[in-house]
């Protein structure tokens, strides 16, 4: 029954993974694509695509919070790690998970205020480009923190299962 359910975690952990990571390569490549042609269009043919410079916006926007979903579940996120040179590999454990557990809770909180305040864009009918509806383009700022939020209470979780059981986990990341 749990190798089961592992299973089943580890196949949704693996499709998670792919589609952030195709999500990456698409935004991307349309960030870049557009931003590119709306310099040709503007410097050789004095014009350029309609509310481009807004589109842009968002594409940087959702490119920043799906990039640091992926920077989370990799743990490749900034991390200032000076003292980890100097102190002993259990004093670094305890700090990670220490910073680990603050970031978990401030990444909760920010989802939460982003929520709150994608449910005034939602009462009040903001809308981005031409109609669009703008909480469907912020929906990314809430959802990517609860996710990172998640990313790192998981983290937090398996750093004390490491410390019980006695492992090695992290610390060379």
Not at 57 to 85: E, F, P, Q, Y
Not at 113 to 124: C, G, M, S, T
């Amino acid at each position: 029954m749990t190798h089961g359910i592992l299973s089943t975690l580890a196949r949704l952990e693996r499709f998670g993974k792919l589609a952030e990571n195709a999500a990456l390569v698409v935004l991307l490549g349309s960030l870049v694509l557009l931003a590119v042609g709306q310099i040709v269009l503007r410097e050789v043919f004095e014009t350029g695509f309609f509310r481009a410079d807004e589109l842009i916006k968002l594409l940087v926007l959702w490119l920043a919070m799906v990039g640091s979903i992926a920077a989370t579940r990799d743990n490749r996120h900034i991390r200032i790690d000076a003292l980890s040179h100097l102190l002993p590999d259990t004093a670094v454990t305890a700090i990670r998970l220490f910073v680990d557990v603050f970031a978990a809770v401030v990444c909760g909180v920010v989802a939460w205020q982003a929520w709150r305040y994608l449910q005034l864009e939602i009462e009040f009918e903001d809308t981005v480009l031409i109609n669009v509806p703008a909480w469907m383009a912020h929906i990314i700022v809430p959802g990517a923190f609860a996710l990172m939020s998640y990313r790192f209470a998981v983290s937090v979780i398996r750093d004390v299962f490491s410390i019980a059981t006695g492992r090695k986990r992290r610390l060379t990341q």
